[in-house]
């Protein structure tokens, strides 16, 4: 039986004469995992979250189900609840009755939507709060409410837009330990809209990074965060060293005048790429021994790390955290690993990166 809960089929969707807003998309997302759709604003995440929920129609495309097609189902009758970014919560009603709503529409029995509520309630640490007002309620509270709503009809899939989006920077981590434990313990499918590339890290099992209407590349945390497939996801996804470099053979790249060992192989001989090197993975020495020489041009302090930009002979610039303090105006050397150096190759796709990502797991075990 497949494990695939939701699927999309070169899925387009467009307003009347408007740009498109997402192009071709397809992917697939399975049950019990905690999906994220990262991008900026416009880039067509929530629209996804509206064509799952029923609250749009694709113009062009397939939309599954439970391998079941679900194009003109109606909202109202998909395993789906959507917790959106102001929570829409009934101001006239208190917490039992705003939980309590959609199983009063489906007619339960009245001890049955007491029990379900409870329990609903129970999940999100709000048990005693039934008769309080919504308006008394804080927004890590009202956020509570909203997803106890959502679990309450026992649906499939959970859709979060934006959720935490309103709430002060601490109660917004808090919010992310709790949603992300709540997953685990329901056992069901959460996709979750956000902009914020700390959050969709810290919370994911996979992170869907989308950009102008496609997905860009998907993959686990880790996956994204050290082999971002081009310049877009490397630059949205943390702080990235980007540089323009050549490929001169398998695990050698030559970029601002020098070569070095990496671990990248499988491109063409002397290939034009894209360097990154993740700003925590280089590392102060003295000017003589770095692989690269840099002039400090600036230097914060981040609470865990100094954040020190420097500048390279040609004019490159290089951002360091590092535990080490550098001056302003100073000479220093930057070392890093050959597994710090990624490679990125010019229009690659997905699964031309995915296929050349196989090849150096491949090459590993023949070695072995």
């Not at 995440?45 to 929920?53: E, F, G, P, V």
């Not at 685990?184 to 102008?212: C, P, W, Y």
């Amino acid at each position: 039986m497949s494990n695939t809960i939701i699927q999309f089929k070169n899925v387009t969707k467009q307003y009347d004469s408007d740009p498109t807003v997402l192009n071709d998309v397809s992917f697939e997302i399975e049950k019990g995992k905690f999906y994220t759709l990262l991008g900026p604003s416009g880039c067509g995440k929530t629209t996804i979250l509206r064509l799952i929920a029923g609250f749009t129609e694709a113009t062009t495309g397939e939309i599954y189900f439970n391998d079941k097609r679900i194009n003109q189902v109606p909202a109202n009758k998909r395993q789906v609840n959507t917790v959106f970014q102001d929570y829409a919560l009934f101001p006239h009603l208190n917490v039992f009755e705003n939980v309590a709503f959609g199983l009063r529409i489906k007619k339960m029995k009245k001890t049955d939507i007491e029990a379900k509520v409870k329990e609903a309630l129970s999940f999100v640490n709000l048990s005693g709060y039934e008769a309080r007002e919504i308006k008394e309620m804080s927004g890590g509270q009202r956020q509570r409410v909203a997803i106890a709503r959502a679990i309450v009809n026992e649906p499939e899939v959970i859709l979060l837009d934006e959720p935490l989006s309103a709430l002060d920077l601490k109660l917004r981590y808090q919010m992310q330990y709790e949603l992300r434990d709540l997953q685990k313990r329901l056992g069901i499918t959460f996709i979750f809209v956000t902009h914020d590339q700390e959050e969709a890290l810290a919370m994911s099992d996979e992170i869907f990074v989308i950009n102008k209407g496609k997905i860009q590349q998907s993959g686990t945390p880790n996956d994204i965060y050290d082999e971002p497939i081009n310049r877009f996801v490397a630059d949205f996804i943390g702080e990235s060293n980007i540089v323009k470099g050549t490929m001169t053979r398998d695990y050698l790249v030559e970029f601002v005048g020098k070569r070095f060992e990496c671990v990248d192989m499988g491109m063409n001989t002397n290939e034009p790429v894209e360097i990154v090197i993740r700003p925590e993975d280089l590392e102060i020495t003295s000017f003589d021994e770095g692989m690269l020489q840099v002039n400090v041009h600036s230097q914060l302090f981040r609470g865990v790390h100094y954040e020190i930009t420097g500048i390279d002979q040609d004019g490159n610039e290089w951002l360091v955290h590092s535990t080490k303090k550098a001056n302003v105006g100073d000479n220093i050397g930057l070392k890093f690993a050959p597994e710090a150096i990624h490679v990125m190759r010019f229009n690659e796709t997905e699964e031309d990166f995915d296929k050349r990502l196989d090849s150096y797991t491949e090459g590993d075990a023949n070695e072995q």
